[in-house]
């Protein structure tokens, strides 16, 4: 008893001893800069546009808008976005105009959700609802890039990646469209 008494309390003082040697790592209080996708996505949308954004014609449609966080350009024209996501062609971005669907790294665009394709190319044939995914798909009409449910959001608030092209979302009083959420 007395021989494992002596082995114990010396198993013990070895684990103490190495534990004092090991260095203390200093914590870090500031907060953590979200993860970045470094890629073109969803940033920010609105469903429930009352008064918050007026549109190219005044009046006031749901919008989808895109950021590429890419160090690339690229044309989202011929690109699609989709709110049935067995129908991932739903609404193709029109594809005849790249002065209009051309994205420099770091640029936005907004994409109209009013259901009116025939009214240009950055009209989109679909609307925003409560509680429904939504993609944005390649042109190849199958692989989805980003995609986002759109939960319930007040009337003329938004749902945006803060900061821009980042994993967090966060509920906004106040729209950006075609801007920084920063």
Not at 34 to 39: D, G, K, Q, V, W
Not at 70 to 85: A, E, K
Request: hydrophobic content about 35%.
């Amino acid at each position: 008893m007395k021989k494992l008494l002596i082995i114990s309390l010396g198993l013990t003082l070895f684990l103490v001893s190495c534990s004092l040697d090991s260095p203390i790592e200093p914590t870090n209080n500031e907060p953590e800069e979200p993860e970045s996708l470094n890629a073109l996505c969803i940033n920010e949308y609105m469903s429930h546009n009352d008064a918050a954004w007026a549109g190219p014609n005044n009046d006031f449609p749901d919008w989808i808008e895109l950021y590429n966080g890419s160090d690339v350009t690229i044309d989202v024209g011929g690109m699609y976005i989709t709110d049935d996501l067995d129908d991932l062609t739903q609404s193709m971005i029109g594809d005849n105009v790249p002065e209009q669907t051309t994205l420099d790294p770091g640029d936005f665009l907004v994409l109209i959700a009013d259901g009116t394709p025939e009214n240009g190319p950055l009209h989109l044939d679909m609307k925003l609802s409560d509680d429904e995914d939504f993609a944005l798909v390649d042109s190849d009409g199958t692989t989805i890039l980003d995609q986002r449910n759109t939960s319930v959001i007040p009337d003329d608030q938004t749902e945006a990646r803060i900061p821009d092209g980042t994993v967090n979302w966060e509920i906004t009083d106040v729209p950006t469209a075609g801007g920084s959420n920063n």
